[in-house]
Protein backbone atom coordinates (compact mmCIF):
# COMPACT_ATOMS: atom_id res chain seq x y z
CA UNK A 1 0.00 0.00 0.00
CA UNK A 2 1.34 3.27 -0.75
CA UNK A 3 0.56 7.02 1.05
CA UNK A 4 -1.85 8.30 -1.82
CA UNK A 5 -5.40 7.14 -0.66
CA UNK A 6 -9.00 7.01 -1.83
CA UNK A 7 -11.73 8.33 1.15
CA UNK A 8 -14.63 6.37 1.44
CA UNK A 9 -18.00 7.52 2.63
CA UNK A 10 -17.85 6.52 5.37
CA UNK A 11 -14.41 7.14 6.32
CA UNK A 12 -15.45 11.21 5.05
CA UNK A 13 -18.13 11.15 7.71
CA UNK A 14 -16.37 9.83 10.39
CA UNK A 15 -13.37 12.95 9.46
CA UNK A 16 -16.57 15.14 9.37
CA UNK A 17 -17.31 14.25 13.00
CA UNK A 18 -13.63 14.61 13.96
CA UNK A 19 -12.54 11.12 15.13
CA UNK A 20 -9.34 11.44 16.38
CA UNK A 21 -7.99 8.42 14.58
CA UNK A 22 -9.53 8.74 11.10
CA UNK A 23 -7.68 12.50 11.25
CA UNK A 24 -4.66 11.69 12.19
CA UNK A 25 -4.30 8.51 9.58
CA UNK A 26 -5.22 11.29 6.76
CA UNK A 27 -2.90 13.76 8.15
CA UNK A 28 -0.14 11.16 7.22
CA UNK A 29 -1.15 10.48 4.20
CA UNK A 30 0.77 11.75 0.98
CA UNK A 31 -2.12 12.72 -1.07
CA UNK A 32 -5.95 12.22 -0.24
CA UNK A 33 -8.55 11.57 -3.46
CA UNK A 34 -12.11 11.66 -3.34
CA UNK A 35 -14.14 10.16 -6.49
CA UNK A 36 -17.46 11.21 -7.71
CA UNK A 37 -19.29 8.23 -5.81
CA UNK A 38 -18.74 9.28 -3.23
CA UNK A 39 -19.16 13.36 -3.53
CA UNK A 40 -22.87 11.58 -4.75
CA UNK A 41 -23.04 9.65 -1.79
CA UNK A 42 -22.34 12.47 1.02
CA UNK A 43 -24.34 14.93 -1.58
CA UNK A 44 -27.59 12.71 -1.07
CA UNK A 45 -26.19 12.43 2.91
CA UNK A 46 -26.39 16.30 3.07
CA UNK A 47 -30.28 16.22 1.56
CA UNK A 48 -31.38 13.99 3.68
CA UNK A 49 -30.24 15.82 6.54
CA UNK A 50 -31.53 18.63 9.28
CA UNK A 51 -28.90 21.07 8.33
CA UNK A 52 -29.28 20.30 4.27
CA UNK A 53 -27.40 23.97 3.32
CA UNK A 54 -24.42 23.62 5.77
CA UNK A 55 -23.70 20.22 5.30
CA UNK A 56 -23.63 20.83 1.12
CA UNK A 57 -21.15 24.04 1.68
CA UNK A 58 -19.10 21.78 4.21
CA UNK A 59 -18.70 19.15 1.50
CA UNK A 60 -18.17 21.57 -1.25
CA UNK A 61 -15.30 22.67 0.44
CA UNK A 62 -13.97 20.12 0.98
CA UNK A 63 -14.00 18.43 -2.44
CA UNK A 64 -12.68 21.80 -3.56
CA UNK A 65 -9.33 21.28 -1.35
CA UNK A 66 -8.61 17.50 -2.87
CA UNK A 67 -8.49 16.29 -6.14
CA UNK A 68 -12.06 14.53 -7.23
CA UNK A 69 -11.85 11.55 -9.58
CA UNK A 70 -14.12 11.01 -11.80
CA UNK A 71 -15.16 7.69 -14.61
CA UNK A 72 -13.56 7.34 -17.97
CA UNK A 73 -13.32 4.43 -20.32
CA UNK A 74 -10.40 2.53 -17.89
CA UNK A 75 -12.66 2.69 -15.07
CA UNK A 76 -15.31 1.17 -16.97
CA UNK A 77 -12.77 -1.33 -17.85
CA UNK A 78 -11.73 -2.05 -14.03
CA UNK A 79 -14.99 -1.57 -13.18
CA UNK A 80 -16.13 -4.49 -15.00
CA UNK A 81 -12.88 -7.03 -13.50
CA UNK A 82 -13.77 -6.24 -10.25
CA UNK A 83 -17.51 -6.80 -10.86
CA UNK A 84 -16.80 -9.99 -12.36
CA UNK A 85 -14.11 -11.64 -9.94
CA UNK A 86 -16.99 -10.61 -7.55
CA UNK A 87 -19.45 -12.18 -9.58
CA UNK A 88 -17.43 -15.54 -9.43
CA UNK A 89 -16.73 -15.39 -5.99
CA UNK A 90 -20.12 -15.15 -5.08
CA UNK A 91 -19.83 -12.07 -2.86
CA UNK A 92 -21.17 -8.91 -4.11
CA UNK A 93 -20.93 -6.01 -2.79
CA UNK A 94 -23.11 -2.68 -3.69
CA UNK A 95 -22.77 -0.88 -6.63
CA UNK A 96 -21.32 2.20 -5.94
CA UNK A 97 -18.86 0.81 -3.63
CA UNK A 98 -17.93 -1.13 -6.98
CA UNK A 99 -17.59 2.02 -8.78
CA UNK A 100 -15.19 3.41 -6.07
CA UNK A 101 -13.08 -0.14 -5.97
CA UNK A 102 -12.54 0.73 -9.65
CA UNK A 103 -11.45 4.23 -9.54
CA UNK A 104 -9.03 3.16 -6.48
CA UNK A 105 -7.72 0.41 -8.72
CA UNK A 106 -7.31 2.53 -11.65
CA UNK A 107 -5.22 5.26 -9.78
CA UNK A 108 -3.03 2.76 -7.85
CA UNK A 109 -4.66 3.97 -4.29
CA UNK A 110 -5.18 3.10 -0.73
CA UNK A 111 -8.44 2.94 -0.04
CA UNK A 112 -9.51 4.43 3.19
CA UNK A 113 -12.71 2.39 4.36
CA UNK A 114 -14.95 1.32 7.25
CA UNK A 115 -16.45 -1.68 4.76
CA UNK A 116 -14.79 -4.76 5.30
CA UNK A 117 -16.46 -6.27 2.16
CA UNK A 118 -13.67 -4.31 0.06
CA UNK A 119 -11.12 -6.65 1.42
CA UNK A 120 -12.70 -9.77 -0.95
CA UNK A 121 -11.50 -7.80 -4.15
CA UNK A 122 -8.48 -8.87 -5.82
CA UNK A 123 -5.05 -6.38 -6.61
CA UNK A 124 -7.24 -3.29 -4.41
CA UNK A 125 -5.13 -2.21 -1.55
CA UNK A 126 -7.53 -1.55 1.40
CA UNK A 127 -7.30 -0.46 5.08
CA UNK A 128 -10.00 -0.35 7.38
CA UNK A 129 -9.74 2.89 9.49
Not at 17 to 29: D, F, I, N
Not at 75 to 86: D, I, N, P, R
Request: charged fraction near 20%; glycine fraction near 6%.
Amino acid sequence: MNGKVLVDTNVVIALFAGEPGVVERLRHSEAVFLCVPVVGELRYGAQASARVESNLSRLDQFARALMVLHCDPDTASAYAKVKFGLRQKGRPIPENDVWIAAIAQQHDLTLLTRDSHFEQIEGLGVELV
